[in-house]
């Protein structure tokens, strides 16, 4: 008989009992008398019998699966969490499931099938706050947030200190000699989008420079945005001389409109992002801005949610990772006014 083909009722008739007797011994019930198990362990052994490693959990109340869902997994930032949570996950001893879940309904469709059917114990949620999905999030069940801290749901969070590093870049182009910097955010119902503003601001505040509402504006994250954004401040009566797009996708389009725009960066316009994508040492110029150890998050997501599980009476835990400002060519010091 092929070993690969062996089922549990082959291994039943061989040993002369039930399969729901082989299911018990599989799963290490009490209710099987020794001479029956040793039988049937024999039987299991002499024909190469492998028990399916997810009926078996399931049998005992578990499934040693974990979900984590994210509005997509193309995303560099997505999935560079999505990667490090599963090494984490499987080190733990379980398999974690991804799924994308571009809009609300789909989340609740999403968490509806994994949660009901029992095939997770647990779920990773990265941007819970893009639009009104965390609302669907059940109750009483363990939930781990990553890259974003929760509001009122019971979860712990893995995110990045994003106020702290908007101060850190801010304050690098203040020690520029910039005082009229732009800034570009991401959408406004995103935690991160208002740290990020909340740091930019007090790094402002530090040197009496209050903030001017026509050079803030909101994008998507997404590169076209921040072309649009370039020409939205280079309409302005008085253009900014740097600008801080809230991650390097805006950064990016930022960077192409200066260069359509024969704007000559970082010498008449400096530019920063957040995120360190891989290409953004490759931009021309090579881009400024703030690395983020997503590997980090996502271990630790996959840490805290693991703990989550298997004490659910714990304590929650929120932590804040640094970031880490990378200065490249995308800024200068303000160059002088000409004299006349």
Not at 109 to 125: N, Q
Not at 135 to 163: C, N, W
Not at 216 to 241: K, V
Request: aromatic share 6%; proline share 6%.
């Amino acid at each position: 008989m092929s070993r690969s083909k062996v089922t549990i009722r082959d291994v039943a008739a061989y040993a002369g009992v039930s399969h729901q007797t082989v299911s018990r011994v599989i799963n290490d019930s009490e209710a099987v008398l020794p001479a029956t198990r040793a039988r049937v362990q024999k039987a299991i052994a002499e024909l190469g019998y492998r028990p399916d490693a997810i009926a078996r959990s399931m049998a005992r109340g578990r499934s040693g699966h974990l979900a984590c869902l994210s509005p997509n997994l193309t995303d560099f930032t997505f999935a560079s969490i999505i990667d490090a949570a599963e090494t984490e996950a499987r080190e733990n001893g379980y398999f974690l499931l991804s799924a994308s879940a571009s809009e609300a309904a789909s989340f609740d469709r999403l968490i509806a099938d994994l949660v009901e059917s029992g095939r997770v114990e647990g779920i990773m949620v990265i941007n819970p706050y893009a639009d009104d999905r965390h609302r669907y999030l059940p109750a009483d069940f363990p939930v781990v947030f990553a890259g974003a801290r929760p509001r009122e749901e019971a979860a712990s969070s893995v995110a990045l200190d994003d106020i702290t590093v908007a101060r850190q870049v801010t304050e690098h182009l203040l020690a520029l000699g910039h005082r009229r910097i732009g800034m570009i955010t991401g959408p406004q119902s995103e935690d991160c989008t208002q740290d990020r503003s909340l740091g930019f601001l007090q790094a402002l505040s530090d040197v009496d420079l209050a903030p001017d509402a026509e050079l803030l504006t909101e994008g998507t994250w997404l590169a076209p945005s921040g072309y649009e954004a370039f020409h939205h401040f280079f309409a302005l009566s008085d253009a900014p001389t740097a600008i801080f797009a809230q991650n390097d996708q805006m950064a990016v389009g930022l960077l192409r409109a200066a260069r359509d725009s024969g704007l000559i960066v970082p010498d008449e316009l400096s530019v920063v992002g957040v995120d360190d994508i891989p290409l953004a040492a490759y931009f021309e110029p090579p881009l400024t801005t703030v690395r983020q150890d997503f590997a980090a998050i996502g271990r630790q997501a996959a840490r805290l949610l693991v703990r989550a599980i298997q004490e659910p009476d714990g304590a929650q835990e929120h932590l804040l990772l640094p970031g880490e400002v990378i200065i490249r060519n995308s800024t200068a010091s303000l160059l002088p006014e000409p004299r006349l």
